[in-house]
């Protein structure tokens, strides 16, 4: 128990979110209005902080509205082998999307 007046620091140690708080601090910090966030309880804690919240997803759709040559379902393919977890309701999502 800090004495009173002690300075006390803490951290967030949860891993599940530890880079999303990570961002979540550096928007707050930059005064940045939007974030990429996929996990679902990193974005909740985002949008507490009155953040907009993008995904990885979104942030394919932006660069192929702005005039990037973005093939959607090839990139979506391409992050699954890379490891990026996305549920087929996210993926059904975006290739209906897409058009």
């Known amino acids: 128990m800090p004495e009173p007046g002690e300075r006390t620091l803490v951290t967030n ?3 599940l979110i530890k880079g999303e708080a990570a961002v ?4 707050m910090s930059l005064q940045l209005p939007l974030v990429c966030i996929d996990e679902a309880a990193g974005r909740r804690i985002a949008r507490l902080c009155d953040l907009r919240v993008t995904g ?6 932006k660069a192929r509205s702005l005039g990037f040559a ?9 992050m699954r082998r890379q490891g990026i ?3 087929d309701r ?10």
């Open 13 to 15: 140690t949860t891993p």
């Open 24 to 27: 979540i601090q550096t928007a």
């Open 56 to 61: 990885s997803i979104g942030i394919l759709f």
């Open 70 to 78: 973005v093939d959607i379902p090839e990139a979506l393919d391409r």
């Open 85 to 87: 977890w996305l549920s």
């Open 90 to 99: 996210v993926v059904q999502f975006a290739l209906a999307s897409r058009a």
